[in-house]
């Protein structure tokens, strides 16, 4: 897409344990065609800059909806979120929020609907780390952010007081993700 021709693709490196992965990023939204293959990044943000407020992370979430395509999976509309271009909706606000249980279901709806997980807390804070280390190292959750079944996942249902997130999980049938739109309501399973 011609408006999607900058003088140059920010190159940005994620430092590995063994050397740095080259990847392109955009941090504006990527307002390409609709065509899978147009937008030329890795990942592009879907929205703008995300807080640490409950509210915050579930309307950064929904930005996402638009590149999802049919769920269930439909070829005549395949997602534009998928496997070499990724929407995020900013980065996780986990251990920032207002408690763990806010954490669970924020990297748990990143998760759900394949968004990159990059953290926004300072990992040198070690109470701050107490906290998310079970959260951001649980391997089930991480499985289902990595899984590829032919869709990243999308909003399925939205009431006033919930929203459930599903994704296709290839030997699994579902995961799902639901959140209130209050903090007390949140559970992710």
């Known amino acids: 897409s011609p408006q999607l021709a900058p ?17 392109d990023a955009s941090n504006a939204r990527c307002d390409f065609d609709g065509t899978p293959g147009d937008c030329p990044y890795n990942f592009y943000r879907t929205s703008g800059d995300i807080n640490a407020r409950w509210g915050s992370m579930l309307a950064n979430l929904e930005t996402t909806n638009r590149f999802r395509g049919a769920f269930p999976i439909s070829a005549a509309d395949p997602p534009l979120s998928r496997p070499g271009t990724w929407a995020y909706p900013d980065m996780l606000e986990v251990g920032r929020l207002a408690n763990a ?14 968004s990159p997980l ?15 280390w079970p959260i951001i190292t649980n391997r089930e ?12 996942g999308a909003e399925i249902h939205s009431e006033i007081t919930y929203k459930a997130w599903a994704k296709p ?21």
């Open 169 to 189: 999980l290839g030997s699994h049938p579902l995961g799902s993700h639901s959140a209130g739109s209050h903090s007390a309501g949140s559970h992710s399973g």
């Open 118 to 132: 990059i953290l926004g807390f300072d990992m040198a804070d070690n109470r701050t780390m107490g906290r998310v």
């Open 7 to 23: 003088a140059s693709i920010p190159k940005c490196y994620l430092k590995s344990a063994i050397h740095f992965v080259p990847y």
């Open 101 to 114: 249980t806010e954490d669970r279901s924020h990297f748990g709806a990143w998760a759900i609907s394949s």
């Open 141 to 152: 959750v991480i499985q289902v952010n990595q899984a590829w079944a032919g869709h990243p």
